[in-house]
């Protein structure tokens, strides 16, 4: 059998280089393989044909850039409510006293035309909204004359009754602080509240009317 050829021996030489276009960045890569013992000719020609690559390779990128910046393709549609998401959100408004117009209203959007996640945003927020009309105890509503069990009337806010009242001052577009300051006119913390202050309060935010809707008024303290 004869001998298996013998490559020449080669060296290589890979040089990267990272562009800033914009606001993107693009790492290229030239590989130069030139023999062992190349002279300086042939090493020059290489290095030369190599930076007219990373040249042509740039100018290619800029152009393709560009020109999706110029006509960037179009935002897929938003996916539309379905029947049950519908179906959940008047039920669950049914529960706290609304309509599904004046719930999703409430929230910052119309029936007509809601999306799949606007409508979960809608379900989040009557969930939660359910939830305080469940947490207030016995006698504590605001205008309501029977006492208050002395037993739990001074005792620390539930983690159930803090949840109720964030979601209704979400449902609301309150602050929670505005909604203590303004139901019981004192500027406490909400974990520092007392049970019958936060029953006291969960009564007063459900019987509060919606508010029109305010996107800054939403934002918690």
Not at 16 to 35: N, Y
Not at 101 to 108: H, L
Not at 158 to 179: N, P, W
Request: hydrophobic residues 40%.
């Amino acid at each position: 059998m004869g001998k298996a050829a013998q490559h020449p021996a080669t060296v290589t030489r890979v040089m990267r280089a990272s562009i800033k276009i914009g606001h993107d960045f693009l790492t290229l890569e030239e590989s130069v393989v030139l023999p062992v013992g190349a002279n300086d000719a042939a090493i020059a020609e290489a290095v030369a044909t190599g930076l007219r690559i990373f040249q042509a390779q740039q100018s290619a990128i800029e152009e393709q850039i560009s020109g999706i910046r110029a006509n960037p393709p179009a935002p897929r549609s938003p996916k539309p409510a379905t029947a049950n998401q519908i179906s959940f959100i008047e039920r669950l408004a049914g529960n706290v006293g609304h309509s599904i117009a004046s719930a999703v209203e409430t929230c910052g959007f119309v029936v007509e035309g809601l999306t799949s996640d606007q409508a979960s945003r809608v379900i989040d927020l009557l969930k939660l909204a359910e939830i305080g009309t469940d947490a207030a105890p016995a006698g504590t509503a605001v205008d309501s004359d029977e006492p208050v069990p002395a037993s739990r009337a001074t005792q620390p806010i539930t983690e159930q009754q803090g949840r109720a009242i964030t979601a209704l001052c979400q449902v609301k577009h309150l602050t929670i602080q505005h909604a203590i300051d303004e139901h019981l006119g004192q500027n406490i913390a909400l974990e520092h509240l007392t049970q019958q202050q936060a029953g006291s309060l969960i009564a007063a935010l459900n019987a509060r009317p919606p508010a029109a809707y305010n996107p800054a008024t939403t934002r918690q303290k």
